[in-house]
C-alpha cells in the first residue's frame, strides 16, 4: 500500500505554506469565507499564496457556496488546482464546473454523522475527484462545515472508502497522537489536518513534525 498523503489545512501565509512542504505535505488547504469554524483568510491573499506555492503541489480552495457561478469565480480569482466543496451542492453544479473548469479538480466534503453518509457519500462520488470525510454539522443554525477538531466514526468512513471508487481524504480531530490509528482503521488515500498541527491558531512546527512521524511508512 502506498504511504498515505498528508494535507495541511488553513494555511495563513507563504510562510505557513512552506513550512508544511518542507515537512512533506502534499496538498495545502486554503479557506474562503465560512459560516464558522478556524483558518478564513481573503480571497486575494488565497492568490498571493497560490501564487508561490511551486507547481506540483495541489491547492484546495475550501468554499462554503452552493452557487456553481459563484465557485467558478473563486477559483478563476485565486487559481486553485482544487475545489474542496465543504456543504451540499446540486448535481447539476458539478457538471457546470466541469465544464467551465476542466483542469480543476473537484473534492466533496461529507460530514460523517450516521449510516445514512454512506449513502450519500456514494450518489456524490459519481460526480467528483475525491470525498473528503470530515466532522462537521450543516444541519445547525449556525453551520459547522469543518475545522471543529472532533472524530467522527472511523467505521462509517472505512465502509465509505471501501464502497466508493474515488479517493478518500480523512479529516476530523487528527493529531499526532490518533493519526497512526485513524490510517489503520480508514485506509484513506490520504489524512488532512488543521487544528491539530497549531498552536493558538498558528502553524506549530513541533505539532506538524510529531504528525508526519505517526505516518506509517
Request: glycine content about 8%; some cysteine.
Amino acid at each position: 500500500m502506498a504511504k498515505t498523503q498528508v494535507k495541511i489545512c488553513c494555511i495563513q501565509n507563504a510562510d505557513e505554506a512552506r513550512s508544511a512542504i518542507r515537512f512533506g505535505a502534499s496538498a495545502l488547504g486554503l479557506v474562503s469565507e465560512m459560516p464558522s469554524g478556524p483558518g478564513p483568510i481573503p480571497e486575494n491573499r488565497i492568490a498571493e499564496i497560490v501564487a508561490e506555492i511551486p507547481s506540483g503541489f495541489h491547492t484546495f480552495l475550501l468554499t462554503s457556496k452552493q452557487d456553481p457561478e459563484a465557485v467558478v469565480l473563486q477559483q478563476r480569482k485565486t487559481k486553485v488546482t482544487t475545489l474542496q466543496l465543504v456543504d451540499a451542492f446540486p448535481a447539476s453544479g458539478y457538471n457546470y464546473l466541469r465544464r467551465k473548469l476542466p483542469e480543476t479538480q473537484i473534492v466533496q466534503v461529507i460530514h460523517v454523522r450516521g449510516e445514512h453518509s454512506l449513502e450519500e457519500a456514494k450518489q456524490a462520488s459519481k460526480h467528483v475527484d475525491a470525498l473528503l470525510l470530515d466532522s462537521g454539522n450543516p444541519t445547525l443554525a449556525t453551520k459547522e462545515l469543518g475545522g471543529t477538531g472532533r472524530t467522527h466514526d472511523w467505521n462509517i468512513s472505512r465502509r465509505i472508502r471501501e464502497a466508493v471508487e474515488v479517493p478518500v481524504y480523512l479529516a476530523g480531530g487528527l493529531n499526532g497522537n490518533n493519526v497512526a490509528q485513524a490510517i489503520e482503521s480508514v485506509r484513506p488515500f490520504a489524512v488532512d489536518v488543521c487544528s491539530g498541527v497549531r498552536t493558538n491558531g498558528a502553524l506549530d512546527e513541533t505539532k506538524l513534525a510529531a504528525f508526519f512521524r505517526s505516518i506509517p511508512s
